[in-house]
């Protein structure tokens, strides 16, 4: 069974500082997604990840997967109250004809003004 | 962007009744739906994969007595909770699988709020 562990559960800062969610794995995935939900609304996806190393940044956010694509991380820099919202890693494995994802617990961040 | 649209948002229903939700795809067409559960602060939980034209594969633990899913066309899925009771409440989502394109792209429905007393 694959397991996707992402951690922290649960982060909370003060804005302008900088934080890093991680997301790992014992099983290699062909692609790894990161996900933003708001309560009471459907997850965002913010990107995909399909190359070992990989390096995608959107705006303020970076994300990276892991050499060996076992792993992911999401870094934010200077955050902002905006990015309060539960952050979800999410794997994909080629052996799945359904491509179901396998998610993580996902990451409560709170930002505060 | 493709569009994944959930109907209704919100429903509360009295123990015993039948809830129907509609999962489309608004612009795009769709290979494969699924059907996510999620309890308050966690993350989704897989409870079925439909193909179109196909029955559900349901996942380990979820009745699909219970939850019957139809997939009637490739911009259609819909989920009825049968004979819903109070611990069936819960916000379920969607998200569609867009034919032809990346294979691990799914795009998620707004979700529906689901309260049975």
């Known amino acids: 069974t694959q397991l996707l562990e992402q951690s922290p559960q649960f982060l909370s800062i003060q804005e302008g500082e900088n934080l890093t969610v991680y997301c790992n794995s014992s099983?290699?995935?062909?692609?790894l997604q990161w996900y933003r939900q708001e309560p009471g609304e459907g997850p965002v996806l913010l990107v995909t990840?399909?190359?070992g190393g990989e390096v995608k940044k959107l705006k303020r956010l970076t994300f990276q997967f892991g050499d060996a694509r076992k792993d992911s991380s999401l870094h934010i820099t200077a955050a902002q109250p905006g990015d309060t919202g539960l952050y979800l890693c999410a794997g994909s494995s080629a052996g799945d004809s359904n491509y179901q994802l396998i998610w993580g617990a996902g990451t409560k961040l709170i930002i505060k003004p | 962007g493709a569009v994944v649209s959930q109907h209704p948002s919100r429903v509360i229903c009295k123990s015993g009744t039948s809830v129907k939700i509609e999962c489309r795809s608004l612009?795009?067409?769709?290979?494969?739906m699924f059907w996510y559960r999620q309890f308050p602060k966690q993350s989704l939980m897989l409870m079925a994969t439909?193909?179109?034209?196909?029955?559900?594969?349901?996942e380990q633990g979820v009745e699909k007595d219970k939850f019957l899913i139809n997939h009637a066309s490739l911009t259609l899925s819909t989920l009825t909770v049968t004979s819903a009771h109070p611990e069936d409440s819960s916000f379920y989502i969607c998200?569609?699988?867009?034919?032809?394109?990346?294979?691990?792209?799914?795009?998620f429905g707004p979700g529906t709020r689901l309260l049975v007393l």
């Open positions: 990840v399909v190359t």
């Open positions: 099983s290699v995935f062909s692609s």
């Open positions: 998200s569609a699988r867009p034919f032809g394109t990346a294979q691990e792209t799914q795009y």
């Open positions: 439909s193909n179109e034209g196909s029955k559900a594969t349901y």
């Open positions: 612009d795009f067409q769709a290979t494969t």
